[in-house]
């Protein structure tokens, strides 16, 4: 079958752990591994696919959140893994011994094709050696992932906009980052241009980045100390309202979780 698009699964996202599953009709595709390799087993047998099935498995920064089961699936499985050159020499220590010939190079900037789907990748401003996020495209039909950045520059926003469906960033919000218990030097990292995104950041990145093509919009890294994911919600559904997006009738807003998968849907 042509003309058909991809499947997505949101399989964790949190700031206890992150990862993506992407399907098409030739490629099964993970990207980053942030949790345990069994936890991400038991997170693909809820949409009903297995580890083993993978082809390729992306990583968009080292931090342990994003990379925490890399090294195991990649032994476990026989995976080749992709991730630009400093972040390889990020986290080569951190996830163990890779056979070489399974570690690819995927540079920032740059759009490899896997199979039947495209996957561009874009720099972002976050506090890791060369953090990157990804733009996948098949049969015109697009899919963004954006989490872990500070901001949005004009650059980013040119790459990513109009896309059929979005994992945007909400983060925090900031009055409860600010009355919350975290050291002083940790909410002013969060805050700043190398942080995250907060409710209201994604919010009105949205609406200057939402198109006609955009069906679903996903909120995801919701932080479990300084979010609540009915505030996150109400936060974009509410922006978007009042820059006269219609809101559950264009597109809708969906939530992530830290620990249960998405239903696989369709781009």
């Not at 919600?233 to 820059?243: D, P, R, S, W």
Request: net charge negative.
């Amino acid at each position: 079958m042509e003309n058909n698009g991809f499947k997505i699964s949101i399989l964790a996202s949190g700031s206890s752990g992150n990862s993506l599953y992407l399907e098409t009709d030739k490629k099964k595709i993970l990207i980053d591994a942030g949790l345990s390799g069994k936890k991400i087993e038991s997170l693909l047998a809820e949409i009903d696919r297995k580890a083993e099935d993978l082809d390729a498995l992306l990583v968009t920064h080292e931090h342990k959140d994003h990379i925490h089961g890399v090294g195991v699936l990649a032994r476990r499985y026989h995976l080749d893994v992709y991730a630009n050159e400093k972040t390889w020499q990020a986290m080569d220590s951190i996830i163990g011994k890779v056979p070489t010939e399974q570690k690819h190079i995927f540079e920032m900037g740059k759009t490899l094709t896997f199979g039947d789907i495209d996957i561009e990748s874009f720099g972002v401003s976050h506090d890791a050696a060369a953090p990157q996020f990804y733009c996948f495209q098949k049969d015109n039909k697009s899919f963004v992932m954006l989490t872990d950045t500070g901001y949005v520059s004009d650059r980013m926003r040119g790459v990513i906009r109009n896309a059929d469906g979005y994992l945007m960033e909400s983060n925090h919000d900031i009055e409860m980052l600010r009355m919350g218990a975290y050291p002083w030097s940790l909410k002013q990292r969060i805050l700043g241009d190398q942080g995250h995104l907060s409710n209201e950041d994604g919010a009105l990145v949205m609406t200057d980045i939402l198109g006609d093509k955009t069906k679903r919009i996903y909120l995801g890294h919701l932080s479990r100390e300084n979010n609540i994911k009915e505030l996150a919600h109400m936060t974009m559904e509410n922006t978007l309202m009042q820059h006269d997006f219609g809101v559950n009738e264009q597109f809708k807003v969906f939530d992530t979780s830290p620990d249960v998968a998405t239903e696989l849907f369709a781009i």
